[in-house]
């Protein structure tokens, strides 16, 4: 079975400033995809990024970015100049290209941008 | 354009009492939908899924159920529910085109049994 370890349950950042968010995953899959999603205080879920595990290059969106370690199974995000928006809980989630039916989830890191 | 429904918003519930929980989607045809269960510091666990009408995957044993009666409704229910219910239930679904594509997630209900 796939795990997503998140092993940090809460962070803080300042305005402006850069803050990285960890993700491990096991799996003996070779394809497949990864994501993290942002809720924020209204709890609803939303896409941030998403990596393709056959794609070297790392996937990025605006302010936000990914490290995908492959072989190390990491998949860390980063958000640059962080704003009071994004504060929020942030999950880092896996599939299967072959096998999956449906994403299985990390635990969260919460995360307080402060000004 | 496709939007997902999910009500109630909150609900509080005697120990014991009975559950329905209703999703709906609009503006796609035979989603596979899904329903999560958000509890304080355990992430979202995946608790149904289906691909078709009548067509229901459970992933982990527990005191609910759910049904598809038709195909853009998914409905999440319990004859009995007990104290550790209490959860935020997240409805959502996909095309089911790929494993890559993104999740579309309701608002969730917030629930709380007493």
């Known amino acids: 079975a796939q795990t997503v370890t998140q092993s940090q349950p809460e962070m803080s950042v300042q305005e402006a400033e850069t803050v990285t968010l960890s993700c491990t995953y096991d799996?003996?899959?070779?394809?497949?995809?990864l994501f993290w999603y942002k809720q924020p205080p209204s709890r609803q879920m939303i896409l941030v990024i998403r990596?393709?595990?056959?794609?070297?290059q790392n996937a990025t969106e605006n302010r936000f970015s990914v490290n995908f370690q492959k072989a190390a199974k990491s998949f860390s995000l980063k958000i640059s100049d962080s704003q009071l928006g994004d504060t929020a809980m942030y999950f880092c989630?896996?599939?299967?290209?072959?096998?999956?039916?449906?994403?299985?989830f990390g635990k969260g890191t919460s995360l307080l941008v402060t000004p | 354009s496709q939007t997902i429904h999910q009500w109630p918003a909150t609900l509080v519930q005697p120990v014991g009492s009975p559950l329905s929980l209703e999703c709906t989607v609009e503006g796609t045809s035979n989603p596979n939908l899904y329903w999560y269960r958000q509890a304080a510091g355990r992430g979202l666990q995946l608790l149904f899924y289906?691909?078709?009408?009548?067509?229901i995957s459970s992933e982990v044993p527990q005191n609910l159920s759910a049904s598809r009666p038709q195909d853009r409704q998914f409905i999440l229910s319990s004859k009995k529910l007990l104290l550790s219910d209490s959860g935020f239930y997240l409805c959502?679904?996909?095309?089911?085109?790929?494993?890559?594509?993104?999740?579309?997630f309701g608002s969730g209900t917030q629930l709380s049994v007493l």
């Open positions: 289906s691909v078709g009408i009548g067509q």
């Open positions: 989630a896996f599939i299967s290209s072959n096998s999956g039916y449906a994403l299985n």
């Open positions: 990596q393709e595990a056959y794609k070297q």
């Open positions: 799996t003996s899959e070779n394809n497949y995809y």
């Open positions: 959502a679904w996909t095309t089911g085109r790929s494993a890559g594509e993104k999740l579309f």
